[in-house]
T-cell receptor
Framework: GAVVSQHPSWVICKSGTSVKIECRSL??????MFWYRQFPKQSLMLMAT?????????EQGVEKDKFLINHASLTLSTLTVTSAHPEDSSFYIC?????????????FGQGTRLTVV | GENVEQHPSTLSVQEGDSAVIKCTYS??????FPWYKQELGKGPQLIID?????GEKKDQRIAVTLNKTAKHFSLHITETQPEDSAVYFC????????????FGRGTSLIVHP
C-alpha cells in the first residue's frame, strides 16, 4: 500500500522553542494531507486539512498561528508547533490521500511524539 | 455531524479466543467504514474496511460486518494471537478523499498468551 513517512518520529524540545514535523508521501502525490493530534489513550483529533499550494483549513478550536502548516509540494506537508509549551506535548499524526485516484482513502504516517520540557 | 460510538473500551481475551468490537454511527450518509490497528507509539494502520454496498468482508482471521439499517458495524478477530494486542479504532465517513473520517474512541485489545 501507499507509504506515508513522518519525521522525526520523536522530538524533545524546550518550552518556548518551535518544532517542525514533516509528512511525506513516498510513492504517490498528495494534494491533500491531514494533521491529527492524539492524547494518551484517546482517539485521533483532526487539527487541520493541508492543501497543496493553498492555505490549510483548521478545525474549530485549533490556533492557526500556533500550528503553522505548509504544503509546498505534492509530496510534503509540514506542521510547525510555534512557541511550544508543555501542554503541546502530544502524538501528532499525518495522513495523505493519493491525488486523482477514485475511491481511495488516506494512509497514516507513523506519528511523531512531541515532548515539551 | 457524524457521531461514532465504540465498545468496549478494553477487551481482554485468551490466545485462540475470538474478539469482537462494535461500533455504531449516526449519519446515514456514511458509506465507508474502515478499521485501524494502532500499536504503541505508532500511527494507525488500516487493517480492513467495508463499503455500504456489502454486509460482510473477510480477510483471513479478520472480518467486518455492517448493518446499514441499524447503523452498526463490527470487527471480528478469530484465533487471536498476542501480536493482535493493540488499540483498534473504527471510523465512519462518506467515501471520497474530500470527506474526513469520524473515529471511535478506540478499543484496547489485550491477548494473553
Amino acid at each position: 500500500g501507499a507509504v506515508v513517512s513522518q519525521h522525526p518520529s520523536w522530538v524533545i524540545c524546550k518550552s518556548g522553542t518551535s518544532v517542525k514535523i514533516e509528512c511525506r508521501s513516498l510513492d504517490f502525490q498528495a494534494t491533500t494531507m491531514f494533521w491529527y493530534r492524539q492524547f494518551p489513550k484517546q482517539s485521533l483529533m483532526l487539527m487541520a486539512t493541508s492543501n497543496e499550494g493553498s492555505k490549510a483549513t483548521y478545525e474549530q478550536g485549533v490556533e492557526k498561528d500556533k500550528f503553522l502548516i505548509n504544503h509546498a509540494s505534492l509530496t510534503l506537508s509540514t506542521l510547525t508547533v510555534t512557541s511550544a509549551h508543555p501542554e503541546d506535548s502530544s502524538f501528532y499524526i499525518c495522513s495523505a490521500r493519493e491525488t486523482g485516484v477514485m475511491n481511495t482513502e488516506a494512509f497514516f504516517g507513523q506519528g511523531t511524539r512531541l515532548t515539551v520540557v | 455531524g457524524e457521531n461514532v460510538e465504540q465498545h468496549p473500551s478494553t477487551l481482554s481475551v485468551q490466545e485462540g479466543d475470538s474478539a469482537v468490537i462494535k461500533c455504531t454511527y449516526s449519519d446515514s450518509a456514511s458509506n465507508y467504514f474502515p478499521w485501524y490497528k494502532q500499536e504503541l507509539g505508532k500511527g494507525p494502520q488500516l487493517i480492513i474496511d467495508i463499503r455500504s454496498n456489502v454486509g460482510e468482508k473477510k480477510d483471513q482471521r479478520i472480518a467486518v460486518t455492517l448493518n446499514k439499517t441499524a447503523k452498526h458495524f463490527s470487527l471480528h478477530i478469530t484465533e487471536t494471537q498476542p501480536e493482535d494486542s493493540a488499540v483498534y479504532f473504527c471510523a465512519a465517513k462518506i467515501s471520497g478523499g474530500s470527506y474526513i473520517p469520524t473515529f471511535g474512541r478506540g478499543t484496547s485489545l489485550i491477548v494473553h498468551p
